[in-house]
């Protein structure tokens, strides 16, 4: 059964920081690896997916990486900003139509 | 349209109400999903619908309906609901050709508390 880990479980870090998060997962027979936002109480944002034949793909200040062989992917957030506060969840498509999902990793950004 | 939209956004209803959930994609998705989610926990998976056929019910207790009209359009039917399912409830879409799934979109979700 596929299993997806998120760690830190929760980061606090100054305005301006770089950082990184991180998602492993335990079979590498993925389709592809989504991360999500979310703020309290509302839906899923979609930030990047990486498809299984790719290594990375970003977006502005989002870079997001895939290893498959090791079943780690990373989310790499340049110059936070208090407006990145949210949960950021890693998810991975093991079948045709079921995902997977970690627990999340819950960022505050102070000012 | 690249949206999920997901109508009410925040429904209150008694333990023998019926009332339904309504979702709606324009983006000629082909699998259409109902996840459960609770306070400080990740979506859970309840019914998955591919093709307007019901592929997927994660023995979802039998007081959730769901229902698929159209390729666009996805139902969550909910009768004699019980206070412990008060949740946020989630539609999502995911295009899906020849065993591949190219990512899903979600809505905003549905805040269910039942009294």
């Known amino acids: 059964k596929q299993e997806v880990t998120q760690i830190p479980a929760a980061l606090s870090v100054p305005e301006g920081e770089n950082l990184v998060l991180n998602c492993s997962f335990t079979d590498s027979a993925i389709y592809n690896l989504q991360w999500f936002r979310q703020d309290p109480g509302k839906g899923l944002t979609s930030l990047l997916l990486i498809q299984s034949s790719q290594r990375e793909q970003t977006s502005g200040r989002l870079n997001a990486s895939l290893d498959k062989s090791s079943g780690r992917s990373t989310l790499y957030i340049a110059a936070s900003q208090p407006g990145d506060s949210a949960t950021y969840l890693c998810a991975v498509t093991p079948g045709y139509s079921t995902l997977t999902f970690g627990k999340g990793t819950m960022l505050l950004v102070s000012p | 349209d690249t949206e999920v939209t997901q109508t009410p956004k925040h429904l209150v209803m008694g333990m023998t109400n019926k009332k339904s959930l309504k979702c709606e994609q324009h983006m000629g998705h082909r699998a259409m999903y109902w996840y459960k989610q609770k306070a400080k926990k990740p979506p859970e998976l309840m019914f998955v619908y591919s093709y307007e056929k019901l592929s997927i019910n994660e023995s979802v207790p039998s007081r959730f309906s769901p229902e698929c009209p159209n390729s666009s359009l996805l139902n969550l039917h909910l009768h004699a609901l019980q206070p412990e399912d008060s949740a946020l409830y989630l539609c999502?879409?995911?295009?899906?050709?020849?065993?591949?799934?190219?990512?899903?979109?979600f809505g905003s979700g549905t805040r269910l508390t039942v009294v």
């Open positions: 999502a879409s995911s295009q899906v050709y020849r065993g591949a799934n190219y990512g899903y979109t």
